[in-house]
């Protein structure tokens, strides 16, 4: 577990005015000032668990077929596809916790998923959203390396 931090209020103003909005978090942006860069990716440890039926999958679990999904369309997909297909991909490991509607008004397993799509920017392997169309997930070149990487899926892709 990382370490914990306390700031004060005119140190966290600070950072603040220094943060993206939307995109950056305290750590990002620390990151970018000290020059330290986006932490380099690292592979999810996927651990089975047979989840019961109040449990949530985890926002990771939602990674690898994401990337498999935007490496099918040629690394740019609409959200709504993409959506539709990762859905289609973990049509198994879905609870019915994940499937019940949030107060938001979306359905958990898909806010759990554009977190992680969040954690990718982030992370440099999604491209910013002000840098793509309206409501389309797009690889940056890292993140087309680390997608090339995965092993076909044949459900998503017919290789």
């Known amino acids: 577990m990382p370490p914990t931090i306390r700031i004060d209020e ?9 943060a993206r909005p939307f995109e950056d978090t305290p750590n990002s942006v620390l990151r970018r000032i000290s020059g330290l860069g986006a932490p380099e990716a690292k592979e999810p440890q996927v ?3 047979h989840q019961g039926r109040n449990e949530k999958t985890s926002q990771q679990a939602f990674r690898q077929p994401l990337l498999r999904v ?19 991909q973990m049509a198994d490991r879905l609870t019915e916790y994940d499937k019940a509607d949030i107060s938001s008004g979306t359905i ?24 793509t169309p309206w409501g389309v997930w797009a690889l940056t070149e ?3 390396e680390v997608a090339s990487s995965l ?3 044949d459900s998503v892709e017919s290789e």
């Not at 397993?109 to 002000?130: D, F, G, N, Q, T």
Request: net charge negative.
């Open 108 to 131: 958990r397993w898909e806010k759990s998923a554009e977190w992680e799509v969040r954690a990718m920017r982030i992370e440099e392997l999604l491209k910013p959203a002000h840098a």
């Open 142 to 144: 890292r993140g087309w």
């Open 10 to 18: 005119e140190v966290y103003g600070w950072l603040q005015a220094q």
């Open 70 to 88: 935007l490496r099918a369309h040629g690394g740019e997909v609409s959200r709504l596809q993409a959506l539709k297909e990762i859905e289609e």
């Open 47 to 49: 651990r089975e668990v």
């Open 151 to 153: 092993p076909p899926d």
